[in-house]
């Protein structure tokens, strides 16, 4: 463990990053979308739930059903469970997927209807958010493989690296114009560039350990990135 002034630094700059992977996860199998109910439809008690289509609706009265809470982000979006995504169909997926759910279509329908398409609409926009950034699609892709990364840990950082955290919040802190913070932001979207090539290989290899250890980093990087985000707020 690496601790001294550096690691008293980082606490005090909060730089143990936002758990991300706070969500319960969710199992992966191939259901179908809403997930089929055992007891059949709530509304008019078709056996076996949604069968066809889109898989949201009974194909007996047409009823929104509950989400299926068995199926994982990846699968929910058509996704390969992969480091590797398709943004511009993961994209397309999102908003055919929000036509069938979002509340505002469902606002002259019963209140468990109602209710169903937030839950739908809720699960959807997770899915979406968590799969379109790398370093939460990363985290989320390592805790379906049972893999944690702890948070407010250092033991695994090495002195380098969080010294090199450690001194570009130094230069945040004190920069006071915005070619300064452009520079340091720069630096940063580069550096996120790196981990990433980086991590897509080591999940290519299944290298979950290796991957662990730069989204490690890459968590690091994302909360200076927000902490330049802040500093740009006018007071």
């Known amino acids: 463990m690496w601790g001294g002034r550096a690691g008293a630094l980082l606490r005090v700059w909060g730089l143990w990053p936002a758990g991300v992977l706070g969500r319960r ?20 008690g078709s056996p076996g739930g949604p ?15 509950p989400p299926d809470l068995t199926r994982d982000y990846f699968s929910l979006m058509d996704c390969n469970r992969s480091f590797r995504v398709d943004t511009a169909k993961l994209q397309q997926r999102y908003q055919q997927l929000q036509r069938l759910v979002h509340p505002d279509f469902f606002s002259q329908r019963s209140q468990t209807e109602k209710d169903f398409s937030e839950k739908h609409s809720t699960l959807v926009n997770d899915a979406y958010k968590t799969l379109l950034a790398p370093l939460s699609r990363g985290l989320y892709l390592l805790k379906l493989r049972g893999v944690e990364i702890p948070e407010g840990t250092d033991y695994e950082m090495d002195r380098q690296f969080l010294m090199e955290i ?67 707020i006018p007071v």
């Open 166 to 232: 450690m001194e570009m919040n130094e230069k945040l802190a004190e920069a006071q114009s915005e070619a300064a913070m452009k520079e340091i932001e720069s630096v940063v979207r580069a550096k996120q560039k790196e981990l990433t090539d980086n991590v897509s290989r080591a999940f290519e290899r299944d290298d979950f350990e290796k991957a662990k250890e730069i989204l490690t980093k890459m968590r690091y990087f994302s909360n200076v990135e927000e902490k330049i985000k802040l500093k740009k």
């Open 51 to 65: 069968v066809r289509g889109d898989g949201f609706f009974c194909p007996q009265c047409r009823a929104l059903q």
């Open 25 to 44: 996860p969710l199992n992966c199998n191939a259901a179908s979308l809403a997930g089929s109910n055992p007891s059949g439809c709530w509304n008019c």
